[in-house]
């Protein structure tokens, strides 16, 4: 199955860090959020989307690996990528790497599942995304 990846570069902001300038590790999510809401800019699945169709995409799992801190001043860059599924789920992993010398900083990978607005689970892909799917061929 074929895989889409979008990269999006970001800046180390200072209420971001602790006393020793690293980034602290609640900042991470926040991070694969932007990153989400940039893959869905970019490619039409985003929340924006969900809500059209009558949907929410609430994260049931979000996996985090610290390789190396991220510091105050660095300019590292996000790839986002999209794993295909069968299943009524969205998957992403994420890589955040140092922009000034390819370094691996952390790694993730979260879940998202599809629910109505009465936060009832969807156990079938809603219709947009079967056709989003078929679009971007990751069936």
Do not use: C
């Amino acid at each position: 199955m074929k895989k889409l990846t979008v990269s999006k570069e970001f800046e180390i902001r200072f209420s971001e860090v602790d006393s020793m300038k690293v980034v602290w590790h609640g900042s991470y999510p926040l991070y694969f959020e932007d990153a989400r809401e940039y893959f869905g800019r970019k490619t039409g699945l985003g929340y924006a989307e969900f809500i059209a169709n009558g949907v929410y995409a609430p994260i049931v799992e979000l996996n985090i690996k610290y390789h190396r801190p991220l510091l105050y001043g660095m300019k590292p860059r996000i790839d986002i990528t999209y794993i295909p599924t069968e299943s009524a789920k969205i998957v992403f992993e994420y890589a955040i790497v140092d922009t000034a010398n390819g370094e691996l900083m952390a790694s993730a990978r979260s879940m998202q599942v599809f629910t109505d607005t009465d936060y009832q689970l969807l156990l079938d892909n809603p219709e947009f995304y079967r056709i989003w799917k078929q679009e971007h061929q990751v069936l």
